[in-house]
């Protein structure tokens, strides 16, 4: 039988062998035999070569990649996640987010998962790579450091972590479609952590700034100003 050219085969047929050849070159250098039942996660490929390997479609590449990466952690079963090198697992994790930086789920699996596993350490930098990654995104990323902010302040009972993603959370997530109590979470962190003439500081210029329309949203604000002022005992 003769074979056939290599430029007789369809573009996209060839687009998706060059993705698959990646992804199972992706999958070795992620995942090195070894002879116990430890996961050793190795360097990621830079980010430009990635992109080149993706052949004009990097969101595809960006998806299997995710799938190499968390399959890392059920390799011979399941393997408990303090025992993957985090360090790794975050290079991999931002080289996912750069090449789909629309995708939200490299910043779910970090704080949804990957931040349960592990020292207190591991969790932090799990954290911490959300918020990097909201500051480059806020619009789009706000949800995933909502919810970092409660794991830190919940499970790590670090409320000065909690106050600084908080923070971010007001100061950088300005749009519209942000819901108000995002930028509501940095009163209530205050509060727990005692600093009340702080919390009536920010309660104000939240209701001065106008950045609160609803009406509701408004009232409710200045009933929680209130009780603050009675808390402290000022009129």
Do not use: C
Request: net charge positive; proline share 6%.
């Amino acid at each position: 039988m003769r074979e056939r050219a290599i430029s007789s085969v369809p573009l996209p047929a060839l687009a998706l062998l060059g993705l698959a050849l990646l992804a199972q070159l992706a999958w070795h250098a992620m995942v090195p035999p070894q002879q116990n039942s430890d996961i050793t996660l190795s360097a990621p490929p830079s980010l430009s070569t990635l992109r080149l390997a993706a052949l004009g479609d990097p969101v595809a590449l960006s998806k299997l990649l995710m799938l190499q990466v968390q399959a890392a952690d059920s390799q011979g079963g399941n393997v408990a996640l303090g025992r993957l090198d985090y360090q790794a697992l975050e290079a991999w994790l931002e080289r996912v987010a750069d090449l789909d930086p629309k995708a939200a789920y490299p910043m779910f699996v970090a704080g949804h998962i990957y931040a349960e596993g592990g020292d207190m350490a591991r969790k932090r930098q799990m954290l911490e790579f959300v918020y990097r990654r909201f500051l480059l995104d806020p619009k789009r990323h706000w949800g995933a450091l909502a919810y970092v902010t409660m794991v830190a302040k919940h499970q790590l009972h670090d409320l000065p972590l909690a106050l600084r993603y908080a923070r971010a959370l007001r100061q950088e997530a300005t749009s519209p479609k942000v819901p108000s109590w995002a930028s509501q979470m940095e009163l209530f962190v205050l509060e727990d952590m005692n600093e009340l003439e702080s919390a009536k500081i920010l309660a104000g210029a939240m209701l001065a700034s106008g950045q609160l329309t609803d009406p509701n949203e408004r009232a409710f604000l200045n009933r929680h100003l209130k009780a603050l002022n009675a808390r402290t005992g000022a009129k």
